[in-house]
Structure formats: C-alpha cells, structure tokens
C-alpha cells in the first residue's frame, strides 16, 4: 500500500486548486470562505499568495501584488509584512498612475465628470482597495450620472463646477459645495439638474444640511452679507472677514463683499490689508467713487494711528473709528 503523501504538500497542491477556483481573491468573499479551510490550507494559501505577489513585483505590476498581499491578510490577519507591503506598493502604484491621477482631478475641475469618473475606474483596476478611490467612485458615480458634464459655460455653471469641485476634489469641503450648489440653484431655479444634484447632496450629508441653515425666503448670497453686516454691528469683525471669504469662494468679483471686507480689516486696525482688498476691488470697479474715498483715506493714515487703540481717546471716541455703521469704510464712509 502507498503511503499518503505528507499533509503540507498535499495542502500546497491544494492551494493552487483553491486560488484558481477564486477563494482568498479579491472579488471573493475570502473571510467567510477561509473559515471553510484547515489550518494547513490556509497556511498554503498565504504562501501561495506571497509568492505570486513576489511574481508580480518582478513583473512590476504593483497593482496585482497589492490584491496578494491584501488576500493574506484577510486569511491571517495576525500576519505583519503585508501592512508594509501594501504601504509600499500602493506608493509604487501612485508613481505609476500619477498622470492618469492628476488627468481625473483635472476633468473634475473642468466639468467633465463622465470622462473623470471612467478615468477613476481605470485607477481602480489598478489599485481596487484604494479607500482614496473607492470614496470618490460613490460620489462621481452618482454626479455624472446626474450631470455627464458642466461644460465651460459662466454664470450658474461655473458656480456648479465650483461646488462640485470642493465635493469632488482632492481637498473635500463639504460646507463650500452645499453653498455653491445652493447658490446655483438661486442662479437658475429652474434648472432640473442643479435641483437634483441639490437633493442629492442633501439627502447624503444631513449633518452638513443642519449645520448651515438659511432664514426662509433669503437667497444664499443675501443671507450671507445679512450675516456680515450683523456682525459688523456687533464689532465682531473676524468673523464679519470670514464669511465674506464664504462669498467670495463662490462670487470672487462681488464690490459689496470686499468692500465690506477691507472695512472689517480697516477697523481691526490692519490698513495694509484693508488697502490690499479695496485696490483689488477697484480693479473691478475702477469708477466706484467710494472705493476712491477708502484708498485716499487709507494712504493718508499716519503710522501713530495705524492700529486701533484699545481704549477710548480724549473725548471718549477712539482716534481711528472702525466702521460708524455696518457698510462703512474708513472713518464712517458708506461703502
């Protein structure tokens, strides 16, 4: 009678069998099924993965080798070397796909989300557990199947392709791409598609919703300098300088806005700022009149009152007023 072979060799043989037949592979539900497995099946099939992850790397295809080195740790989480593995070889596949990379955040900041989300799914064939990737596919997936593409167009589309842009892009800011899909919408109520998109966003992101409430009735915009002059008022002009940058972001050219923000800045005592916004603001208005006045007032300032004084002067009033109402500039101009 034949001896039967030894168990390790015969569990070797097996893994081979097994590997082919899809258990441990990406697509596979390896946890469930390596529970199905004797210890010494699964010992060789974690060797088995280790060494075509090996063949890979020779080969240079990093993306094939992350699956392996993925696929042992799902079979033996205990396991060490394939944390650092995939840590580098997910380095190695970003050096490899770098322009198709920078080519999707590209035509995200041009409007063209199809052709962006295709050019994601071919990242992640690369590299399939990518939590980079798989985050963006849900939220592409889902804006391009709404809006193929924003084109190039100004008004309510480019305020579109902002939002998108903070949703989509590389640095994610939610608040500036709830903002700008509102405002869009206040552009062009009746678009359909900057509606759903709208719906969309607030259906997924309810905590974001809640957190940035407009009063009934107001436009986002209006809503926003109603908030700025609030401050003002209160004499709260960091946060007055704040939101008038939540404006900007989305209407970069808006003369009331920075107005008001060179005031903010003037009457924290920062005159080289205020001058700095208001010179920017006359580049787009040249003839604004008021805008004239904050500069001379600005140029004609002392260095003795470049900062505000803590206190009040002789005569209880300070010696360089901030603004003497909500919309003023130097010295209790009205922008």
Request: hydrophobic share 35%; glycine share 8%; with cysteine.
């Amino acid at each position: 009678m034949k001896r039967p072979p030894p168990a390790a060799p015969r569990a070797a043989a097996s893994a081979g069998l097994l590997l082919a037949a899809g258990l441990a592979l990406p697509g596979a539900p390896p946890r469930a099924r390596a529970a199905e497995l004797t210890p010494e099946q699964r010992k060789a099939m974690v060797e088995e993965h280790y060494r075509r992850a090996f063949d890979q790397v020779k080969k240079g295809d990093y993306g094939r080798a992350l699956r392996h080195w993925e696929s042992i740790l799902e079979l033996d989480p205990t396991q060490k070397s394939p944390k650092a593995l995939i840590e580098e070889g997910r380095r190695k596949v970003g050096d490899q796909t770098r322009d198709q990379e920078r080519q999707v955040y590209d035509r995200i900041d041009r409007g063209e989300y199809r052709k962006a989300y295709e050019g994601l799914l071919a990242l992640l064939d690369r590299d399939p557990s990518h939590p980079g990737y798989l985050a963006l596919t849900g939220r592409l997936e889902r804006v391009s199947g709404i809006l193929p593409e924003a084109g190039q167009g100004a008004g309510h589309w480019r305020v579109v392709r902002t939002a998108l842009g903070a949703y989509l892009g590389r640095t994610e800011d939610l608040k500036l791409a709830y903002d700008g899909l509102r405002h869009a919408r206040d552009l062009a109520p009746e678009d359909p598609k900057v509606k759903t998109l709208l719906e969309d966003f607030e259906g997924l992101h309810r905590e974001v919703v809640q957190a940035n409430r407009v009063t009934p009735g107001m436009k986002l915009l209006e809503y926003k300098q109603f908030i700025v002059l609030g401050h003002i008022y209160d004499g709260k002009y960091p946060q007055a300088i704040e939101i008038c940058h939540e404006v900007l972001a989305l209407e970069p050219e808006d003369i009331l806005t920075l107005k008001r923000m060179g005031s903010s800045y003037y009457a924290m005592g920062q005159k080289a700022r205020a001058r700095e916004i208001w010179a920017r603001a006359i580049k787009l208005s040249p003839a604004d009149a008021q805008l004239k006045s904050f500069l001379a007032k600005v140029a004609s300032s002392s260095a003795s009152d470049s900062v505000l004084p803590e206190g009040p002067s002789k005569g209880g009033a300070t010696a360089e007023p901030g603004p003497a109402s909500p919309e003023a500039g130097p010295a209790g101009a009205r922008p």
